[in-house]
């Protein structure tokens, strides 16, 4: 089993060093080891509620706890615009307590949305934490564990992509060190035949020096953007475990299962739905030309 490499260079500004990036993401031998009801005036058996009329504010405030319920402020035991639910569906938010505004939402779908770009920093997580943790509450106890699920997933694919990334630099400056010898080595080939002593630089390394050194320039940029993305993600699941803390919602020790074992699971169910999908539809192509 090799060991972890150690960049030689010292780290850019604003990443992490070496030592710290090895304790955070791992290394390559164990990376495996861990979706409005629109009123109208036409409608005979709809009757706009007095409440919502010319009121903007209840989406983008809060509501207020002494504030009359929405069956109360019904005028004349009318009945207010409502939309049948089909079974199955959960119901809507029930009115009492802290219902998140429209803000709210927003913040908590950029928080749990999987996105390859950085939209929030670090602060913007810190700061944002309680109203993030409130939304979430809101939430079905099923939704939140969901979201636990899905954002652990999240920061694993991110973990590993700032992983490829250090790697890719360790790479570049491997080669350049590689390709300093050969030109240390071999300089009176070099001198004496440039097409025989150049094999071994196309061989071994197939990249100019400063090719690497540009290489090197891209990695250390890409690896900031994908180690920032992981340490945004790894913070919202923080965040999550401990609402389901909270909660008392059970989660799976991931430290006690392989990633790999997870890993082969998940493939194996997906696989599983494509087959039963391609079997639909080709029997359903059978019996589309057997009516014919």
């Known amino acids: 089993m090799s060991s972890s490499p150690v960049i030689s260079a010292p780290p850019p500004v604003g990443v ?36 919502y009329d010319n009121d903007h504010s209840r989406i983008m405030g809060p509501i207020n706890p002494n504030q009359s319920s929405f069956e109360e402020s019904c005028s004349g035991g009318q009945r207010c615009a409502t939309q049948s639910l089909p079974k199955g569906l959960p119901p809507p938010y029930q009115l009492g307590g802290h219902v998140p505004t429209a803000l709210e939402h927003r913040f908590m779908t950029k928080n749990l949305l999987k996105r390859n770009e950085v939209d929030l920093s670090l602060v913007d997580v810190h700061q944002g934490k309680e109203i993030f943790k409130e939304s979430m509450k809101a939430m079905p106890d099923d939704t939140v564990y969901t979201a636990v699920i899905a954002k652990q997933a999240d920061v694993e694919s991110k973990r590993l992509r700032a992983l490829a ?5 360790e790479s570049a400056e491997k080669h350049a060190v590689l390709l300093q010898a050969i030109f240390k080595n071999y300089a009176k080939q070099y001198a004496e035949s440039m097409i025989e ?27 900031s953007h994908d ?47 494509s087959k039963m999908e391609n079997t639909s539809t080709v029997t359903s192509g059978h019996l589309s030309r057997s009516a014919l």
Do not use: N
């Not at 990334?165 to 630099?169: K, M, P, R």
């Not at 430290?255 to 169910?269: F, G, I, N, Q």
């Open 165 to 169: 990334a250090a790697w890719e630099l």
């Open 227 to 273: 180690f920032a993305a992981y340490q945004v993600a790894d913070l919202q699941l923080d965040y999550l475990e401990e609402i389901c803390a909270e909660q008392k919602l059970p989660l799976e020790d991931d430290d006690s299962e392989d990633a790999e074992d997870r890993l082969k699971v998940c493939m194996d169910s997906i696989l599983a739905e």
């Open 16 to 51: 992490s060093s070496p030592v710290h990036f090895e304790k955070v993401l791992g290394v390559p031998a164990d990376i495996f080891a861990k979706r409005s009801i629109q009123d109208h005036d036409d409608t005979p058996h709809v009757t706009k509620c007095p409440y």
């Open 197 to 223: 002593a150049s094999y071994f630089e196309r061989v071994l390394v197939k990249r100019s020096l400063q090719q690497l050194e540009d290489d090197a320039d891209f990695t250390v940029t890409m690896y």
